[in-house]
């Protein structure tokens, strides 16, 4: 089954605008990573969060984790036309290597 | 670094013909998975290998086959191919010497079972 579910399932936001997107899990995790994924192309790794980290930074990426509320958010400042993209959380539990996937949430920024 | 690479990029088979999609990396990593990826679904692992000569099951094993004799290559191998098994494919590479890292992902195979 898979452990990560995005929220929501499609976005659709205006150039400049910010994005959020939501990933929940059931389990307990070692780290939780963001993938992107541009249509018709192989999976893009954007952030990877730690279990004992609350927030990471990079670029106009931000992640956060709530390891209570078993969730995280990834937050994309200032949009372009570029970002349009499907966005992946992938849980890592017991093994530090594999990867559980959740459904995506897929972004469209509007130019 | 070619990084991850996948051959074919796209694959039509018939009922019951067997194939191997290809995927090779040149990071040296040890660990290296197979996925497949449905419409409107995320990213499901078939199999893994966590280095040459060690292999297991992911979530949805089942209908294929894989070895790892090299660290460089993981191929998977579809034994009698159903139409269930139409998807994209990813092969994915990380290494295993720290404590958990990226995983770098190939083009993906396109394939389309008749």
């Known amino acids: 089954s898979q452990q990560g579910e995005e929220d929501p399932q499609a976005l659709s936001i205006q150039e400049g605008e910010n994005a959020t997107m939501n990933c929940s899990y059931k389990?307990?995790?070692?780290?939780l990573q963001w993938y992107r994924q541009n249509s018709g192309r192989g999976l893009v790794h954007l952030i990877l969060?730690?279990?004992?980290?609350r927030e990471k930074h990079s670029g106009r990426l931000r992640v956060t984790l709530d390891t209570s509320k078993k969730s995280s958010s990834l937050l994309i400042t200032a949009s372009r036309a570029a970002d349009t993209a499907s966005y992946f959380c992938?849980?890592?539990?017991?093994?530090?290597?594999?990867?559980?996937f959740g459904k995506g949430t897929l972004l469209t920024v509007n130019p | 670094n070619a990084g991850v690479t996948q051959t074919p990029k796209f694959q039509v088979l018939k009922t019951g013909q067997s194939m191997t999609l290809q995927c090779a990396q040149d990071?040296?990593?040890?660990?290296m998975s197979w996925y497949r990826q449905d419409p409107g679904m995320g990213l499901r692992l078939i199999h893994y290998?966590?280095?040459?000569?060690?292999?297991d099951q992911g979530e949805v094993p089942n209908g294929y086959n894989v070895s790892r004799s090299t660290t460089e290559d993981f191929p998977l191998r579809l034994l009698s191919a159903a139409p269930s098994q139409t998807s994209v494919y990813f092969c994915?590479?990380?290494?295993?010497?720290?404590?958990?890292?990226?995983?770098?992902f190939g083009p993906g195979t396109r394939l389309t079972v008749l």
């Open positions: 389990t307990s995790i070692n780290n």
């Open positions: 992938a849980r890592s539990g017991g093994s530090n290597y594999k990867l559980t």
């Open positions: 990071m040296n990593h040890e660990y």
């Open positions: 994915a590479s990380t290494s295993t010497s720290g404590r958990g890292s990226e995983q770098f």
């Open positions: 969060i730690r279990s004992n980290e």
């Open positions: 290998s966590v280095g040459a000569g060690i292999t």
